[in-house]
């Protein structure tokens, strides 16, 4: 099955770029996913890329996809406190007729003041 | 906006109870989804339905049942609780197909003594 794989633990000064990393498995035609978890809330959809893309940007959001080595980044500009969060990757399998998402193990930021 | 409401945000029962989580969605969903989340562990898929009275296992259901009697509401059954059922538990919906992310509710943070 599906693997997606991401770091942990992530640490920013405010005002720095923060680049959360993953890396996926399925080689077919897929969608992938970023969301946000904020501490007792549920997760939050930020954005979205599928396998035929290079990049998407959304404001201070940069997607960045690596299709050959299955490597997918979420870039945020000018961090904020704000934006202290778990943030997980997912991918969709458009391939298998899955209804599933598989997740990562989330990457937990933490922007310093 | 779509609105994913779980029923509880805490809950705390007694090993061997038998416990309902409600999770109920305004869009009209096909697909809804229950997971759980626990550190380390990011979150695994329980059980999911693709339609009224349908169900589907998901990666970890043992200890667990569903009911989806209406299209807006899904329920996860926990037949006899056990320790190591205490987690939190996020239920999601979305509509079937590619580039139809899921939405999800705020969880409930659920506690078995």
């Known amino acids: 099955g599906e693997d997606v794989e991401q770091s942990l633990f992530l640490s920013v000064r405010e005002g720095d770029s923060s680049v959360i990393n993953c890396t996926y498995t399925?080689?077919?035609?897929?969608?992938l996913y970023w969301y946000k978890q904020e501490p007792g809330a549920g997760l939050q959809l930020l954005t979205y890329?599928?396998?035929?893309?290079d990049m998407k940007q959304d404001q201070r959001l940069t997607v960045l996809l690596n299709k050959k080595d299955k490597h997918l980044s979420l870039r945020i500009a000018d961090t904020q406190t704000g934006d202290s969060a778990i943030y997980f990757c997912?991918?969709?399998?458009?391939?298998?007729?899955?209804?599933?998402?598989?997740f990562g193990k989330g990457t937990k930021l933490s922007v310093i003041p | 906006d779509v609105k994913v409401t779980q029923s509880s945000r805490y809950l705390v029962k007694r090993t061997g109870e038998k416990v309902f989580l409600e999770c109920v969605q305004d869009m009209d969903h096909e697909n809804m989804f229950w997971y759980r989340q626990d550190p380390g562990l990011g979150l695994r898929l329980i059980y999911f339905?693709?339609?009224?009275?349908?169900?589907e296992k998901g990666d970890i259901p043992e200890g667990y049942s569903v009911s989806r009697e209406k299209k807006e509401r899904f329920s996860l059954i926990l037949e006899s609780a056990s320790t190591n059922q205490t987690s939190m538990y996020l239920c999601a919906s979305n509509i079937f197909g590619p580039n139809q992310p899921q939405h999800f509710g705020d969880g409930t943070r659920l506690s078995i003594l």
């Open positions: 997912a991918e969709w399998d458009s391939g298998a007729g899955s209804y599933q998402l598989t």
């Open positions: 399925d080689s077919s035609s897929t969608y």
């Open positions: 339905s693709y339609d009224v009275k349908m169900k």
């Open positions: 890329i599928f396998s035929n893309m």
